[in-house]
């Protein structure tokens, strides 16, 4: 075991596929010499040279394409989206192309692809950079989406993505880069796709995040211990599709729920866990599903952020207000 | 514009001329006489709500043909959808492509060792997709080379230039087809870029351009088959822009071409119609007959019907098989939908 930040746990993860797997490659906008923006990519192409690790020229769309067509060929690529505002420009590659490969083509042809992005706001970036879209991916049917919260995670998660004959969106927080570290097995390990994990056993309230939400909810969790109100915390790790079973399972046990996510309210990966905890529990529920997240406008610019995002404070308020129902 | 035959079927450009026997000459004029007969079932056929989505190939047969005869079994290929005639000489079964216009996903399933993407619906998304595929085959140490098919508004995409731009950096064998069939459904290709060729925009990308007589066979042949050797030579990328015509509306869906073109514009084309002139030639050279020709129709014909024959004999897609191909392993979600359309189609 290595203590590691989640920044260097992902960079292990890619190490260890494309030193498991001459198929492996990985490429994007800076990720060869530069070592890509946030250094995640840094020292792989001096490791495994230019053949494997490469940039591409500054084109969203290009890349996109490009890992479908390397996908039909045999490789398994890991294609690196600078930030996740730039995703629009791939929408159908993504949309369109690489989570329907499987489907219309009958199987013939698959698209082994990770796709990495960092997204997530708190550490002032400009706009169309930290925007929470994983609302919008978990649409495409065929395509995993997958948040890690810790580096322990990352690592697993990262190289199950990779081994997947089915492409996965793989989205990492960028304050949690290197805000926080853990240990991290320097072997290669796995992480089952589509799993939740509970990061904190609770009996009285269930708190369902991911991403950086996860610390907010444990954040939140221990200042309400303190109230002796104990809450459960759910990783969901995958948000599409979202392990109903381990959801449903704490509400039953807890019969009060908080579904939280940086994301604007409308739609998305909470408005979706809401309406299936309604539908699958309704008699277990002691008070309507509640949800914190951030208000129905466009990402702020960074001034703006600290009020706009949720944090631990609006999910201590909202679980009380659920426990007083 | 490289141009090979003239309307009359002359020689024009002898040192140009491919070397083809004449064998592979009567090769090409036979598989040009069975598209136009599988063209006109398939409209046929169309109109009496027997296949889903057509789009027409009347008029394109050289573009298709052409540059589809100058590239080997083991390339691969990456059509639009109105590239099927490429698709079937290049082991596509005629059945399966029907399957495709109907929209039954056993269409998608390309047999063994064709090398082919199923017919690309978004304008523009095979063009990034064959970088991709280029560049696979070059890192895997092949030499086989990708062909990929759009048209005048394709080339408007921003995946058309981002696509050659990707494959003239990574220097990877593609070939670029633009077939200039004049309309993107009724927007004429003067409407659609300023630049005086599409040929041209090949220099952006850092590529070979060559804009070629698309009704004439040989001149497309030659062009694709320079550009095919270029590959294989690791000398990258060629864009080949065809000028041609389609005879018929944009699809079977709906559209009207008598909108937006004349009837003494079709009339102009057609006189330069690419079966009339390669026919020419070959009775020149005593290498063609119309009892030759009337076979390969009586073929295509019989070849259709035979088709067809095994397309209604094909079960219906049920929602649960498609349920079960949206990837290899099925969340939780879909193995919970699988068992409720499960239910529902054996309650049917």
């Known amino acids: ?325 | 514009m490289l141009q090979i035959l003239d309307e009359n079927g002359k020689v024009i450009n002898e040192d140009k001329k491919p070397d083809l026997s004449d064998e592979q000459l009567q090769d090409i004029m036979y598989r040009m006489v069975y598209t136009r007969i599988l063209d006109q079932r398939a409209v046929s056929l169309g109109r009496q709500g027997r296949l889903g989505f057509y789009a027409p190939v009347a008029g394109q047969e050289a573009s298709m043909i052409g540059s589809h005869y100058a590239v080997d079994k083991e390339d691969w290929i990456a059509p639009g959808y109105r590239d099927i005639p490429q698709l079937i000489w290049h082991g596509y079964p005629l059945w399966q492509s029907y399957l495709f216009s109907k929209g039954h996903y056993k269409g998608g399933q390309m047999p063994e060792g064709v090398n082919a993407l199923v017919p690309q619906i978004i304008i523009g998304a095979q063009i990034v997709q064959t970088a991709g595929v280029a560049l696979g085959l070059k890192k895997k140490g092949k030499s086989q080379v990708v062909i990929t098919y759009t048209g005048d508004g394709g080339a408007s995409q921003g995946d058309f230039y981002e696509g050659m731009n990707f494959a003239g950096a990574f220097h990877v064998p593609a070939i670029f087809v633009v077939q200039n069939n004049q309309y993107a459904i009724s927007v004429p290709a003067e409407e659609q870029t300023a630049a005086d060729t599409i040929a041209q925009k090949a220099v952006a990308a850092g590529i070979e351009g060559i804009q070629v007589d698309g009704m004439d066979a040989l001149a497309v042949y030659a062009a694709t088959q320079k550009a095919r050797q270029n590959a294989v030579d690791g000398n990258g990328p060629t864009l080949i822009e065809t000028l041609c015509y389609r005879y018929g509306p944009h699809s079977l869906s709906g559209d009207d071409p008598t909108r937006y073109r004349t009837s003494e514009e079709d009339d102009e084309w057609e006189k330069r119609d690419p079966l009339v002139r390669f026919r020419k030639y070959l009775e020149d050279k005593g290498l063609w007959s119309e009892e030759k020709e009337n076979e390969i129709v009586e073929q295509a014909k019989a070849d259709v019907k035979a088709a067809m024959k095994e397309v209604e004999e094909t079960p219906r897609q049920k929602v649960s098989e498609l349920i079960e191909i949206m990837g290899n392993e099925l969340p939780y979600n879909l193995r919970e939908q699988l068992e409720e359309y499960r239910a529902k189609e054996s309650s049917k």
């Open chain 1, 1 to 325: 075991m290595a203590e590691m930040t989640m920044i260097q746990a992902i960079t292990d993860a890619m190490r260890t596929e494309l030193k498991n797997d001459e198929d492996v490659l990985l490429f994007g906008e800076d990720v060869g010499h530069y070592g890509g923006v946030f250094r995640a990519t840094e020292g792989l192409q001096k490791e495994f040279g230019e053949a494997r690790v490469f940039d591409t020229p500054l084109a969203e769309s290009g890349i996109g394409g490009l890992a479908i067509g390397l996908g039909v060929t045999g490789f398994r690529p890991i294609m690196e989206i600078q930030f996740i505002g730039f995703i629009f420009e791939v929408m159908d590659g993504l949309a369109g192309q690489m989570s329907r490969m499987h489907y219309r083509t009958g199987g013939y042809y698959d698209s082994p692809i990770t796709v990495r992005a960092p997204f997530g706001g708190g550490v002032k970036t400009p706009e169309l950079h930290p925007d929470s879209l994983e609302g919008l991916m978990a649409q495409m049917p065929g395509m995993r989406v997958v948040i890690p919260s810790t580096p322990y995670d990352a690592k697993g998660l990262l190289i199950s993505s990779i081994r997947s004959d089915d492409p996965v969106f793989y989205l990492e927080h960028m304050k949690l880069y290197r805000s926080l570290k853990g240990e991290v097995s320097e072997e290669a390990y796995t992480i089952d796709l589509d799993k939740a994990d509970i990061k904190r056993e609770g009996k009285d309230i269930t708190f369902i995040a991911y991403g950086a939400m996860v610390h907010s909810a444990l954040k939140a969790a221990e200042q309400l211990s303190e109230e002796n109100i104990e809450a459960e915390v759910i990783d969901l790790r995958t948000v599409s599709p979202v392990d109903l079973d381990t959801i449903i399972e704490s509400v039953k046990k807890t019969n009060r729920a908080v579904v939280i996510q940086e994301a604007q309210r409308q739609a998305g990966v909470a408005a979706g866990i809401s309406a299936e905890i309604s539908e699958r529990a309704i008699l277990h529920l002691e008070a309507p599903v509640a949800r914190v997240t951030a208000p129905d406008t466009v990402y702020p610019f960074a001034s703006d952020e600290d009020i706009w995002l949720p944090d631990h404070n609006d999910i201590i308020e909202k679980a009380k207000a659920t426990i007083d129902f």
